[in-house]
């Protein structure tokens, strides 16, 4: 968490972000392990960031082999500065869809955090999400707010 905020006021008052590299240890809990900060391509906007995908995906790849093969990628995370709630925006709804149905994520429940606030005081809200089966028309997003214990 502290490397998040460190990055999350290297950028204020632009959006930044990056990745989560971890594990579930359980059906139940998630153990991060590595946040892998924006990459040099990564493009911040006061309401917007674009990730540097090919960067952060070298990044896991090396996490992932050093951690022998234990260690993989889990979820996103980015900011929303002067936000007062770390509530999802409809690009970042689309953001964790696009994930779920992206084989090679090989992620089935993804996590996003989001910061929000300012270098005074960042707050965090970490989503889980999963599609969920509706019969006949498909699958319908169900993101919920993980019920966390954090340890810094």
């Known amino acids: 968490m502290a490397a998040a905020k460190e990055e999350?006021?290297?950028?204020?008052?632009?959006?930044?972000?990056?990745?989560?590299?971890?594990?579930?240890?359980?059906?139940?809990?998630?153990?991060?392990?590595?946040?892998?900060?924006?990459?040099?391509?990564?493009?911040?906007?006061?309401?917007?960031?674009?990730?540097?995908?090919?960067?952060?995906?070298?990044?896991?790849?090396d996490h992932y082999y050093q951690s022998a093969r234990s260690q993989v990628y889990i979820g996103d995370w980015h900011t929303h500065p002067d936000a007062s709630s770390g509530e999802l925006s409809g690009t970042d709804r689309r953001a964790i869809r696009r994930v779920i149905n992206y084989p090679e994520a090989r992620v089935a429940y993804p996590l996003m955090m989001v910061l929000f606030g300012g270098p005074e005081e960042w707050k965090s809200t970490?989503?889980?999400?999963?599609?969920?089966?509706?019969?006949?028309?498909?699958?319908?997003?169900?993101i919920d707010a993980a019920k966390l214990h954090m340890f810094e």
């Open 8 to 61: 999350a006021c290297y950028h204020y008052p632009l959006e930044t972000g990056g990745t989560l590299v971890g594990y579930w240890s359980d059906a139940d809990t998630v153990v991060v392990t590595r946040l892998i900060g924006p990459g040099p391509a990564s493009i911040h906007g006061r309401y917007s960031f674009e990730h540097d995908h090919e960067w952060e995906a070298a990044q896991i790849a």
């Open 126 to 142: 970490i989503w889980a999400a999963e599609l969920k089966p509706r019969w006949p028309w498909g699958s319908r997003l169900s």
